[in-house]
């Protein structure tokens, strides 16, 4: 599953949390969360290592205005069942733009990215603002031809959440929003075509497929843009 440049691999992944292990089993306490989140971390993570360090040097490609690093944790968990809302939690205190790999007791692998947003000032340990959260079990195919780390970490985040973005040359954060209004104009559209068979009026009945047409049109605009 990783197949970032040998110059950005740590030649033995580093201990970011282990249990017992003098200087990082207080890892938890230094993030500010509440004790009985970390107490649920505890219970559900065996381990958090560094394995790899994306940034100008290691990857040839120079600094963005907003990201300047990158760095891949590696999370072996002790159960499938994890607290996804507490990773998240976890990464806006990070204060580092981050990959995450899910280890899980099987042997599977997962990829997990939060696209986030720096905050201006940094609220109750929290540095940035999660927009949305993505994973995957595929592999990435990266190029590392783009113009700086900024569009690297748009190109990350658009890998890892192939299946749930919609389609296009834009931005991840135009994807998203064009990921909601999919989702929004499907659910409308559903409610159309309920309203249109049950509709006993013929006139209403083609008023509401008029309306329903025009919104698969859109939905599939969006679906498969030009």
């Known amino acids: 599953m990783e197949n970032f440049p040998a110059a950005s691999k740590f030649s033995s992944p580093r201990p970011v949390y282990k249990p017992y292990l003098k200087g990082n089993s207080d890892f938890f306490?230094?993030?500010?969360?509440?004790?009985?989140?970390k107490q649920l971390l505890r219970q559900q993570i065996?381990?958090?290592?560094?394995?790899?360090?994306?940034?100008?040097?290691?990857?040839?490609?120079?600094?963005?205005?907003?990201v300047q690093q990158i760095i891949v944790l590696s999370i072996d968990l002790l159960t499938h069942h994890y607290a996804s809302h507490l990773l998240a939690?976890?990464?806006?205190?990070?204060?580092?733009?981050?990959?995450?790999?899910?280890?899980?007791?099987?042997?599977?692998?997962?990829?997990?990215?939060?696209?986030?947003?720096?905050?201006?000032?940094?609220?109750?340990?929290?540095?940035?603002?999660?927009i949305q959260s993505f994973q995957t079990d595929k592999p990435l195919k990266l190029i590392y031809q783009e113009r700086d780390l900024d569009q690297f970490y748009e190109n990350l985040v658009k890998q890892v959440g192939e299946a749930e973005l919609v389609k296009g040359p834009s931005s991840?954060?135009?994807?998203?929003?064009?990921?909601?209004?999919l989702a929004s104009l499907e659910k409308q559209a559903n409610q159309l075509k309920k309203r249109m068979f049950a509709e006993k009026a013929m006139r209403k009945q083609m008023e509401l497929q008029k309306a329903y047409k025009e919104l698969q049109k859109e939905i599939e605009q969006l679906k498969n843009p030009q």
Do not use: C, N, W
Request: proline content about 2%; glycine content about 8%.
């Open 29 to 37: 306490d230094q993030l500010g969360l509440a004790l009985a989140d």
């Open 172 to 181: 991840v954060k135009d994807r998203i929003e064009q990921t909601k209004l």
């Open 89 to 130: 939690e976890l990464d806006m205190r990070l204060g580092q733009y981050s990959l995450f790999i899910l280890r899980f007791p099987d042997g599977h692998e997962e990829l997990l990215i939060h696209f986030k947003e720096k905050l201006a000032k940094s609220r109750e340990g929290r540095h940035f603002k999660i």
């Open 46 to 66: 065996e381990g958090i290592y560094l394995t790899h360090q994306l940034d100008a040097k290691t990857l040839s490609i120079p600094a963005g205005k907003t």
